[in-house]
């Protein structure tokens, strides 16, 4: 059974960079895709990027594109997302997930991703 972590969130002003972390546990994490969702206040959770198990593919939603990173670390079992040039409405509380399918994260599918993290939360000031 896969357990994620999530860690990094914090209080960051307009501008400035933050980076994610999501430890993962348990023996599927070889061959899981990983990604980061993020739930604002008042909005539904919407998705961010996600990574294919092997690290090779990666895609990211309209808002992260040009400015947030995601990677992953299979020997540490940790995937992670840098974000830059952060805005305020990058506010929000970011979730890590995994799924044994890609188009599942792509798909922002919420109802068959497979394991969630608990989240961290993410504040930019003006």
């Known amino acids: 059974q896969e357990q994620l972590a999530e860690s990094g969130g914090g209080l960051v002003q307009a501008g400035g960079s933050l980076r994610l972390s999501c430890a993962a546990s348990?023996?599927?994490?070889?061959?899981?895709?990983m990604g980061w969702f993020r739930q604002a206040p008042g909005k539904e959770r919407e998705f961010v990027a996600a990574?294919?198990?092997?690290?090779?593919?990666?895609y990211y939603a309209d808002s992260a594109k040009g400015r947030f990173t995601i990677s992953r670390d299979n020997a540490k079992y940790t995937i992670y997302l840098q974000m830059d040039s952060l805005k305020p409405e990058d506010t929000a509380v970011y979730y890590c997930?995994?799924?044994?399918?890609?188009?599942?994260?792509?798909?922002?599918?919420?109802?068959?991703?497979?394991?969630w993290g608990q989240g961290t939360l993410v504040t930019v000031s003006s």
């Open positions: 348990g023996r599927t994490f070889e061959y899981y895709a």
């Open positions: 997930a995994a799924d044994s399918g890609f188009r599942d994260l792509i798909a922002s599918d919420l109802g068959e991703i497979e394991v």
């Open positions: 990574t294919s198990w092997t690290g090779k593919s990666t």
